[in-house]
DNA sequence: GTCTATATTCGGATAGAC
DNA sequence: GTCTATCCGAATATAGAC
């Protein structure tokens, strides 16, 4: 049955350190959580750890494939759904929005873990599948005619730059309000500053 | 003469320390950085690198108070000398897409150092000095009109966010081209995002 | 002020029983 | 698969001579 399911999920072992080292990193960082800690707060023990990952890097490594395809895979759907390139992006930075405040750890751990410093062999943040999927949309908008003709990456930054700025900024606590009430002020001048006509 | 004083500069302990933590902290991380490293790397003595700083901590404390002032000094010096509040801020954005191809490794540390995760106390980088400055001319810029009346977090984000993504991606290595030379265009997307009229 | 040698702590990782 | 007890290397910080 499905009840089992979820209950089987919060008693996964993965699933429970994944949970824990989400608050862990964001309170102390990467490099301040001990396994201890990680053992403490999920409740796994410490040989179940390294027989599940591996190694540290291995839970932070698994965190991060894991986030980024979610967040890939809400991006493409979201893209998916929508008519025109405006609707698309416009959408995409709804969801982003909604997301900071439903799941302020994984935004945070998203744009601000610096991934560089514990996971190496990764990608920078920028060109990962998330990022490089809005650039498809912003690409494909420039095509349609919706977007002016200037550089891609441009058009990107200028497109989703200040959103994410404002995102930052709620995730510092620099932003008192939930994000949702500068949902169209924000949007209204990211458009602008690459609307065709 | 002047010529000792740059020599001095050059064997001042705590400028070499300095310098040598600019360099390590990029290549590996504040974290992964250990004393030893820095001793090496600096030509300073362990001993001597706790006399002058006390501890880690201070050495990264000292390198972003002194980092954040430049940075704040070399804003209001650029604003003072401005007419419009445009030329204000586009002379901003000049001066940091010059100052990362000058000094990528400074403002690297600027924008990706996770500060919290080792400076504690500081205030999130979106509270610091010199984005706070950036915000005031913004504020400015909507009391003379020259910007639309609009939330002044919503103004500052949308026009130094696409900018300063800009500048990530640069040092990201995104980016393989100069900055210089998407002044122009990333300009304008920024200004239009918020220009009255 | 500068340096070397050293102490002490801490945390990642493993061994091996269950 | 899970757990506890333990090892061991590494890194911060200090002591104390010069």
């Known amino acids: 049955m499905k009840g089992s399911a979820a209950i089987r999920r919060l008693e996964d072992p993965r699933q429970q350190v994944l949970d824990a080292v989400l608050v862990l990193f964001r ?7 001990s396994i201890q800690d990680i053992s403490r707060e999920s409740g796994v023990s410490v040989g179940s750890i390294y027989h599940h990952f591996g190694d540290k890097e291995g839970i932070a490594r698994t965190l991060y494939q894991t986030l980024t395809e979610q967040m890939s895979a809400r991006i493409s759907w979201i ?10 992006c416009r959408e995409i930075v709804r969801a982003l929005f909604e997301m900071t405040e439903s799941a302020p750890l994984v935004m945070d751990f998203m744009l601000y873990a610096k991934h560089r410093e514990f996971l190496p062999e990764e990608k920078p943040i920028c060109s990962s599948r998330p990022f490089e ?3 498809t949309v912003v690409a494909a908008g420039i095509q349609t005619g919706e977007i002016r003709k200037i550089d891609v ?9 200040g959103p994410i700025r404002m995102i930052m900024a709620r995730l510092d606590g620099v932003l008192q309000a939930p994000l949702s009430g500068y949902l169209d002020e924000v949007w209204d001048c990211a458009w602008r500053s690459v609307a065709a006509g």
Chains 1, 2 share one sequence.
């Open 133 to 135: 999927l809005m650039r």
């Open 27 to 33: 309170r102390q960082g990467y490099f301040a959580t």
């Open 153 to 161: 990456m441009v058009a990107s930054t200028s497109l989703f730059g």
């Open 79 to 88: 893209s998916a759904r929508q008519g025109s390139v405006h609707d698309q």
